[in-house]
């Protein structure tokens, strides 16, 4: 698993108009910005259109959109890394939808102390923790509570 990283996509962004330090809520972009948007989303997470989108109709819901929409508004927008420095999709993501290592969950504890932790802060000015992400009492299962 590599460190989290500081965003190589500030100027993908800023040629859309979009400020990292400032983003919209994605429900709120305008459809011709959230459609260039899209691009920044393949190249973050190495993903294609079709691993999100049911091709046929890219208005309906999908799991790996509401997984999508909670990274953007909850990550992205909620938490900073604490060097100030931009933080977006690719800064954890680094080209693959899934990166984690979970065959060691102490190990896995320890990596996300360091870098998820340590690392970031909340832009709200409250304590950073586990539980901003993972919730009290502690819950493993952050992607099956938001696709539910
Ligand atoms: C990581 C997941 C992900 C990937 C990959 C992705 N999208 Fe999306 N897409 C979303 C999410 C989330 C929304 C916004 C949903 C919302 O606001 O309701 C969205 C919205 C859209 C919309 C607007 C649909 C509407 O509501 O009218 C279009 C069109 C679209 N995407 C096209 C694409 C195309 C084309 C690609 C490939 C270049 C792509 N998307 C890749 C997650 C993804
Ligand atoms: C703070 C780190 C972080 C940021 C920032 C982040 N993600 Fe994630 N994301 C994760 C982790 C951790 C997982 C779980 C990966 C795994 O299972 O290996 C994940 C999983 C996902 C998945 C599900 C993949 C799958 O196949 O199960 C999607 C989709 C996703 N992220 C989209 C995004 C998008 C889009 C952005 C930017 C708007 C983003 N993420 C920003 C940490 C992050
Ligand atoms: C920035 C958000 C964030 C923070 C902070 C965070 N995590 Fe995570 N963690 C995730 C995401 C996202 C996943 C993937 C969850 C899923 O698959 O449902 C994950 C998964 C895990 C897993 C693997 C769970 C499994 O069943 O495979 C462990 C263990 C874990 N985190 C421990 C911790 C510990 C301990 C801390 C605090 C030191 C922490 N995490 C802080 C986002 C975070």
């Known amino acids: ?15 859309l108009g979009l400020d ?12 011709n910005k959230l459609r260039k948007v899209m691009r920044t989303f393949t190249k973050a997470l190495g993903a294609k259109c079709s691993d999100c989108h049911n091709e046929s109709d ?16 909850d990550y992205v927008r909620g938490l900073s890394l604490d060097s100030g420095e931009p933080l977006y999709c690719d800064s954890c993501h680094q080209g693959r939808m899934k990166f984690l290592d979970r065959h060691d969950k102490k190990a ?9 932790v340590d690392k970031m802060k909340r832009r709200d000015g ?6 901003t992400c993972h919730g009290e009492p502690f819950d493993e299962d952050i992607l099956a509570r ?3």
């Open 1 to 15: 698993m590599k460190p989290i990283a500081v965003s190589a996509m500030a100027t993908d962004l800023q040629n």
């Open 20 to 31: 990292l330090k400032n983003l919209p809520a994605l429900e709120k972009m305008e459809p």
């Open 58 to 73: 890219y208005a309906a819901m999908t799991p790996m959109k509401k997984i999508a929409l909670h990274m953007w508004n």
């Open 108 to 116: 896995l504890g320890a990596w996300m102390d360091e870098n998820y």
């Open 126 to 131: 409250k304590e950073h923790k586990c539980a």
């Open 146 to 148: 938001w696709t539910k």
